[in-house]
Nanobody, 125 residues
Framework: QVQLVESGGGLVQTGGSLRVSCVASGRTFSSAAIGWFRQAPGKEREFVAGMHWRSGSTVYADSVKGRFTVSRDNARNRVYLQMNSLKPEDTAVYFC??????????????????WGPGTQVTVSS
C-alpha cells in the first residue's frame, strides 16, 4: 500500500509564495499520476494540478494556471506544488493523491486511489 504525506503548508500574505511537498512511501509507481487537490471550508474538494510520474506531463486547473507549478525530484518519490501570487481564495487544505497504472492524468477526485492527510495553506489579506 502507498502512503502519501504532504508538508510545507502555512500562512502567507496575498501575493506571496509557498511550496508544498508530497512524499510517497510503501512502493514505487511504475505508471502513476499524482494529483493536487484542495478543499476550503464548506466547499467540495477540487482538482488543482497533476503530473504523470513517468512522462512528467502536467495539467492545471484554470484557476491556478500561470501561478502554480508541479515538479518532481530526481529520486522520483517526491512531488512539489509551487504556489506563487497567492490569493485569499487559494486558502484551503491541500491534498496530494496518487493513481497507479494510469496513462493520463485524472482530474476527478474519484479517480485517485491514495490520499495524503492534507496540509493547510492560509492566504491572508
Amino acid at each position: 500500500q502507498v502512503q502519501l504525506v504532504e508538508s510545507g503548508g502555512g500562512l502567507v500574505q496575498t501575493g506571496g509564495s509557498l511550496r508544498v511537498s508530497c512524499v510517497a512511501s510503501g512502493r514505487t509507481f511504475s505508471s502513476a499520476a499524482i494529483g493536487w487537490f484542495r478543499q476550503a471550508p464548506g466547499k467540495e474538494r477540487e482538482f488543482v494540478a497533476g503530473m504523470h510520474w513517468r512522462s512528467g506531463s502536467t495539467v492545471y486547473a484554470d484557476s491556478v494556471k500561470g501561478r502554480f507549478t508541479v515538479s518532481r525530484d530526481n529520486a522520483r518519490n517526491r512531488v512539489y506544488l509551487q504556489m506563487n501570487s497567492l490569493k485569499p481564495e487559494d486558502t484551503a487544505v491541500y491534498f496530494c493523491a496518487a493513481k497507479s497504472y494510469t496513462i493520463g492524468i485524472p482530474t476527478t477526485r474519484g479517480a485517485y486511489d491514495y490520499w495524503g492527510p492534507g496540509t493547510q495553506v492560509t492566504v491572508s489579506s
